[in-house]
């Protein structure tokens, strides 16, 4: 079963509009990942949280990771077309090596 | 980071029928996984796959179903058996890198007819 939710389920943004995804998860984690999957392809790797860190940073994309409300959120700030793809967040849990998806969210940004 | 990849890329196959797909890793890799994506839906762990022991199932997945190898620390195989068309899905390994970081495969995209 999957171990968390995404919101929203999809998003629709204008280019230069900035787009926030929020993943909330059960259990404790070791940490957290956030992934893009074009449509039909292979996930690229976006960014990786540990349980002991509260904010990432990697160029446009902004991760927060809050432990006490099992939750995350990933900022990309002044999005471009290109950013079209569903967005997912994955939670390695603690005590075991396996990493659980969440639902996921559809972001398409217009040009 | 690994480079992953996998074979076939794409199939089409009849019911009733076995796929074995492949997973190829440019460097040695402890942790390796197989992931099924149902159309439109998000990645279901199936199972981990051991070198030199058997896999690990998650609940739902069973061997006889979805046997697993792990001949060495760069190689695995999933069979996908008795074929249908339920499991039209992409079907995606992954490695697990030892700053934690998870790569995946470009994916293998079945449809059973």
């Known amino acids: 079963s999957q171990q968390g939710e995404e919101d929203p389920q999809a998003l629709s943004i204008q280019e230069g509009e900035n787009a926030t995804m929020n993943c909330s998860y059960k259990t404790s984690i070791n940490n957290l990942q956030w992934y893009r999957q074009n449509s039909g392809r292979g996930l690229v790797h976006l960014i990786l949280?540990?349980?002991?860190?509260r904010e990432k940073h990697s160029g446009r994309l902004r991760v927060t990771l809050d432990t006490s409300k099992k939750s995350s959120s990933l900022l990309i700030t002044a999005s471009r077309a290109a950013d079209t793809a569903s967005y997912f967040c994955a939670t390695e849990v603690t005590g075991g090596f396996k990493t659980i998806f969440g639902a996921g969210t559809r972001l398409f940004v217009k040009a | 980071s690994a480079v992953i990849s996998q074979k076939p890329s794409r199939d089409i196959c009849q019911r009733g029928t076995s796929l074995t797909i492949q997973c190829q890793v440019d460097s040695q890799v402890t942790m390796m996984f197989w992931y099924r994506q149902q159309p439109g839906q998000s990645l279901t762990l199936i199972a981990t796959a051991n070198q030199g022991s058997e896999a690990t199932y998650e609940s739902g997945f069973v061997i006889d179903k979805f046997p697993i190898s792990r001949p060495n620390l760069t190689f695995s195989t999933l069979t996908v058996s008795n074929m249908s068309p339920e499991d039209s899905s992409i079907y995606l390994c992954?490695?697990?890198?030892?700053?934690?970081?998870?790569?995946f495969g470009p994916g293998t995209r079945l449809t059973v007819l």
């Open positions: 992954s490695v697990e890198e030892k700053t934690d970081t998870q790569y």
């Open positions: 949280i540990r349980s002991n860190e």
